[in-house]
């Protein structure tokens, strides 16, 4: 028998090609959900609140 490379280690290689994302590609995927849910919970208030929280966090 030829020895071969084990085959865990090419579907290693190939689910980590499958699964990388650019962060903006997944960011546009999840933005419509988001979106959805903001308008259907009328969450605007907790989203503001949750955002100027992270700008105050960021400033410093």
């Known amino acids: 028998m030829a020895l071969t490379a084990p085959r865990t280690l090419v579907r290693t290689r190939r689910s980590r090609r499958q699964g990388r994302r650019h ?26 609140t949750q955002a100027s929280s992270v700008g105050v966090v960021l400033g410093r």
Request: negative net charge.
């Open 23 to 48: 962060p903006l590609v997944a960011t546009l995927m999840a933005l419509p959900l988001a979106v959805l849910l903001l308008l259907v919970f009328d969450g605007w208030e907790t989203v503001t």
